[in-house]
């Protein structure tokens, strides 16, 4: 049998862990090995084991000390916004209107859209994460240079084109025709293609129309088989001026309940400040809080609820937000998710966090069969960490007995200076950035 063998410490998770000693929620190989043969993962277990079923001639990548990890995912982001990273500026609104709405303008061309879809998608291999969720911009152009990038990398992501038809620059606005007919046909062009799925994607409710929310209901009636991503409940002025927008809908929530819109494969951007009725309804209908503690932080937007989310069985993923996220790494941005818990008086383990950007956040794209996981017959993305990638880790690590301490150091102190390589269905990534 051919193939390559990835040798390392390998670390897999098999559950959502309960507590921070839940060692039945992994498996873990000290010296470990995954077998990858056409993409995919032929084998998984102790190196002489897999060794043996690979035959001698099967070359060898030996990432010894490091952990071989499933590939990071990345739930919410926004690709038109690289460079709209670390503006400054008071809250969401304010942001959106001098910052951001001004930056997707330049995605009308084909050429930048291009440049920058390149250089995005190779700074989230840098820091080790293989999959996102992302909105491309107004443009169906952008979308084009989103997925044809991913293509090229054979990644998995997800991406579509922002809806919006009203508080927005003219030159970023569609109309509710327009924006259902660029849609259907980049559905057409995209959906389903290799390893790319598409999200139909109203922005949030303030930049679109009831026409165009019905524009969007129909897309979703007429493709189930789509995500779809929007923001919801982030910012407590976004929400007032939500409510005057929607004034017959009984909160924000039941805005996107109306249209049809809630689901299994919805994905709504940060859920900050619901109430009980607004988070009963995600919970009945399967849809995904999405967390994103770097970019809260930065806008000030609020303290995710993790707890009382999942106290109401609500699904969670977790992601960076860029550009209202500050960092690509997917380390920090659990870094801060732990800051934030912290302050709601909410513990988040170390385990729980690896689990949350490997299988929880797959599980929450509903692509467990495929990704966040090392078991055989899924998808070889994976992402192989260093824990003493600096000398102050080093320090630190000196002083680390556990698998858990480790864990927690790297995500505390690590980033992509921590990410020694990373493969996209088998092939290494990182050498050639
Ligand atoms: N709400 C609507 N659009 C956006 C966006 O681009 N970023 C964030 N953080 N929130 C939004
Ligand atoms: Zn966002």
Known sequence: MTGLLIRGRVLTFVDEPRDIADTSSYRYFEDGALLVVDGRIAALGDYADVARTAGVDTPVADHRPHLVLAGLIDAHIHFPQMQA??????????????????????????????????????????????????????HPQSVDAFFRAAQHRNMCVIGGKVMMDRNAPPALCDTPQLSYDDTTALIARWQGTG???????????????????????ALVREHPDCYVQTHLSENREEIALTRSLYPDAPDYTGIYEHYGLLGRKTLLGHCIH?????????????????????????????????????????????????????????LKTMDEAYKILQLRGQRLSPLHSFYMMTLGNARALSLEDRIGTLERGTDADITILDSRATPAMRMRMDAARTLQEELFVLQTMGDDRAVAEVYVAGSPMKTEL
């Open 85 to 138: 990273v670390a503006s400054y500026a008071a809250q969401l609104l304010e942001w959106l209107n001098t910052y951001t709405f001004v930056e997707e303008q330049k995605f009308a061309d084909e050429q930048h859209a291009q440049f920058v879809a390149e250089r995005f998608l190779d700074e989230l291999l840098r820091h080790g994460t293989t999959t996102v969720a992302a909105y491309c911009s107004v």
């Open 195 to 217: 390893r790319l799925h598409y999200a139909i994607t109203p922005r949030f409710a303030i930049t679109s129309t009831p026409e165009q929310m019905e524009m969007s209901a």
């Open 274 to 330: 619901l109430s009980e009725r607004e988070m009963q309804i995600m919970a009945e209908t399967g849809s995904v809080a999405v967390f994103c503690p770097t970019s809260n932080l930065f806008l000030g937007s609020g303290l995710f609820d993790r707890e009382k989310l999942r106290d109401h069985g609500v699904r969670i993923a977790v992601a960076t937000d860029i550009g209202g996220g500050t960092s690509f790494s997917m």
